[in-house]
């Protein structure tokens, strides 16, 4: 017989069972809730003891948020993704820095680094890596 082992108090399922006798179930248990039925983690939950399909999952860096019963981005994956941006904003301003920072005005060179500053302080903002409020960068620029 086939159980699909979850967590009884979020509906995740942690693993498949595979037994000969239904008797062996209640041993192999190991703290988790079980129905009958192989149910995969990625297309369902289990309910009340019922499972139940979800949503498609939306792309390979989403989690299952079991509170909410909705698909949620990778926070792991998103702040990788949003620090390689941000390392190529970074980039465009360390260019400008070795080729002709000295043939900017005072007040460009003062936009510059406090926007460089403001790229390097994105991470510390409340809130991310959720919601980003990037930096304006200088009109010259």
């Not at 248990?29 to 309910?47: F, P, Q, R, V, W």
């Not at 499972?51 to 948020?65: C, E, F, R, T, V």
Request: glycine share 4%.
């Amino acid at each position: 017989m086939i159980y699909t082992l979850y967590e009884s108090t979020t509906g995740h399922i942690t693993n498949i069972l595979h037994i000969d006798l239904p008797e062996h179930l209640e041993q192999n248990l190991n703290g988790k809730s079980a129905i009958e039925g192989n149910y995969s983690t990625d297309e369902y939950y289990i309910a009340n003891g019922q499972a139940i399909q979800k949503l498609p999952k939306p792309g390979d860096h989403y989690q299952y948020n079991y509170l909410s019963q909705i698909w949620e981005i990778d926070n792991v994956y998103l702040t990788k993704m949003l620090r390689i941006q941000r390392t190529q904003l970074l980039q465009i301003i360390d260019d400008i820095n070795v080729v002709r920072y000295n043939s900017l005005t005072t007040e460009q060179q003062t936009e510059l680094k406090n926007y460089r500053q403001a790229l390097l302080d994105v991470p510390q903002q409340l809130g991310f890596p959720n919601t980003v409020a990037w930096p304006s960068k200088p009109d010259w620029l």
